[in-house]
Nanobody, 124 residues
Framework: QMQLVESGGGVVKTGGSLTLSCVASGLSFSRTAMGWFRQAPGKAREFLTTISWNSGATFYEAPVRGRFTISRNNARNTVYLQMSDLKAEDTAVYYC?????????????????WGPGTQVTVSS
């Protein structure tokens, strides 16, 4: 199985930037698509972005498109989420997830492994 641990969360001001990291344990990381999700209190987990195994394909959900960038370094078993122009509605717990295969997907059901999450709070 694969284990994931997120880091880099914190408190930032509106319009600020923050980069999250997710380190994976598992030999299959380099052949697995990865994704980022977030969840606010009382709401369902929300898909944000995904990246294929070789970074050849990415997809961003409309609320973060143009502001967030997903990337990965397979040699480091790490996926990143660069966030800029942060807004109050970006406040949530952010989760890293590993998919069933190497194809980027926006469907939560396609993901098998999840990190514990890291809190991002955007304040005015």
């Amino acid at each position: 199985q694969m284990q994931l641990v997120e880091s880099g969360g914190g408190v930032v001001k509106t319009g600020g930037s923050l980069t999250l990291s997710c380190v994976a344990s598992g030999l299959s990381f380099s052949r697995t698509a990865m994704g980022w999700f977030r969840q606010a209190p009382g709401k369902a987990r929300e898909f944000l972005t995904t990246i294929s195994w070789n970074s050849g394909a990415t997809f961003y959900e409309a609320p973060v498109r143009g502001r967030f960038t997903i990337s990965r370094n397979n040699a480091r078993n790490t996926v990143y989420l660069q966030m800029s122009d942060l807004k109050a509605e970006d406040t949530a717990v952010y989760y890293c997830a590993a998919a069933k295969d190497n194809i980027a997907s926006a469907l939560e059901s396609d993901y098998l492994y999840w990190g514990p999450g890291t809190q991002v709070t955007v304040s005015s």
